[in-house]
């Protein structure tokens, strides 16, 4: 498999996980942003969005 260069696009895969991480397994932002090597804006950015998409399906289902 090969390498993605430095400075390539994030996949979603990894921005969702980075929002899980945070989310899901208590982990601080600073310390997934570590873990998965993305910086913390990436990271609190992801969390941010995967909160409010919650937020709206927790509302929608109400």
Do not use: E, F, N, Y
Not at 34 to 46: E, Q
Request: proline letters at 2%.
């Amino acid at each position: 498999m090969t390498q993605i260069p430095a400075r390539a696009r994030i996949t979603g895969r990894l921005r969702q996980a980075a929002g899980h991480r945070v989310r899901d397994a208590g982990s601080t932002v600073i310390q997934a942003a570590r873990d998965l090597h993305l910086s913390w804006s990436t990271v609190i950015g992801r969390m941010q969005k995967t909160i409010a998409s919650t937020s709206l399906k927790c509302r929608a289902g109400a």
